[in-house]
């Protein structure tokens, strides 16, 4: 996937990203976030586990 799509993604994940005054402080949560998401083996964000003990609960889930 493309950065500029997983961008996408992770606003649609993390619909409080859009409540944020601070542009360039959401955009660089969310380029945080697409970094954290290249270098990592997920397919799609909500593949990302919460905590190994908990495989279940996604990240994104427990964030939300």
């Known amino acids: 996937m493309h950065p500029l ?3 996408q ?7 409080i990203l859009d409540k944020m005054q601070a542009p360039k402080l959401r955009d660089t949560v969310v380029q945080c976030w ?8 997920w397919k799609d964000l909500k593949d990302c586990p919460f905590t190994p003990p908990f495989p279940d ?4 889930d427990h964030i939300n």
């Open 5 to 7: 799509d997983k961008a």
């Open 9 to 15: 993604r992770i606003k649609e994940c993390f619909p």
């Open 34 to 41: 697409v970094r954290m998401w290249e270098e990592s083996t």
């Open 57 to 60: 609960i996604s990240l994104v």
